[in-house]
């Protein structure tokens, strides 16, 4: 029959030609395959070697509150390539991520830091941590943290503190002028009495006030007359502070009484 061998051999042409395409859509992928996979080698070893670093990093401050971290670094599933399974291979990328695995307690294991597993207060401090690791390897003129202290215990933030000033305060090196921590700005609406870190000279305290009470001049901030006032309610009047305030007039004291 003329027409069934017509149809045979059309079919027979499109087979040979499907497999044509499918022998170059293979070859496609794998020369794309070993593209990609040439240039993850140095990114790779580049993110890995970071990663170490803070890793380090991690691990010591982590330490030094009496608990164990490490930073792993995740890599996605990997894809062989499809004309051997030997050769290279890739993996998926949207897969890849930074693990955070700590341990609080002295008998658990490591696990991945999460919401299911630990508390608020322990997912803050190994927040916290991790980005004072990571700023150890970014050069920034300054940063800026609002609350950061919020949601610790106080031993917890005496060393989140302590470790705030450490970093922030870090002299730079003078071979390389690019290596310098920057200024800090920690905001925060309270902080623990007797932060004997905040002696240190790098650090400056800014009292921001603000209300219907505030002073309406900042020369009215005076401490001195603050101490004065203190004593003369407390019955000291032989101090002579107190005197020197008596020559300048009552009503001074009295206005800042009332400020006060």
Not at 110 to 126: I, K
Request: proline letters at 5%; hydrophobic letters at 35%.
């Amino acid at each position: 029959n003329p027409d069934v061998m017509m149809q045979y051999e059309k079919l027979k042409a499109e087979i040979v030609e499907t497999k044509d395409e499918i022998e170059n859509l293979v070859n496609s992928k794998d020369a794309k395959i070993q593209e990609i996979s040439n240039a993850k080698a140095p990114w790779e070893a580049a993110l890995t070697n970071s990663l170490e670093k803070v890793n380090v990093l991690f691990s010591t401050y982590m330490s030094e509150l009496g608990c164990a971290g490490e930073i792993v670094l995740k890599r996605g599933s990997f894809l062989a390539s499809a004309s051997q399974t030997d050769g290279p291979c890739t993996g998926k990328f949207d897969q890849w991520g930074v693990e955070i695995q700590v341990k609080f307690r002295e008998k658990s294991k490591m696990s991945v830091l999460s919401a299911q597993r630990h508390s608020g207060g322990e997912r803050a401090v190994s927040t916290i941590m991790y980005l004072m690791a990571l700023q150890e390897l970014m050069v920034s003129p300054f940063r800026c943290v609002d609350e950061i202290n919020q949601g610790l215990d106080e031993r917890n933030e005496r060393l989140v503190f302590k470790r705030i000033v450490q970093n922030s305060t870090r002299p730079p090196h003078k071979e390389d002028y690019t290596d310098h921590s920057g200024q800090y700005f920690l905001i925060t609406p309270k902080l623990l009495p007797n932060l004997h870190d905040m002696e240190n000279e790098g650090v400056t305290v800014h009292i921001i006030t603000n209300g219907p009470f505030t002073f309406s001049k900042p020369t009215d901030w005076n401490p001195d007359n603050f101490v004065e006032v203190t004593r003369k309610e407390n019955g000291d009047e032989n101090s002579p502070e107190v005197a020197n305030s008596s020559k300048n007039g009552k009503s001074s004291i009295r206005k800042k009484r009332r400020v006060s």
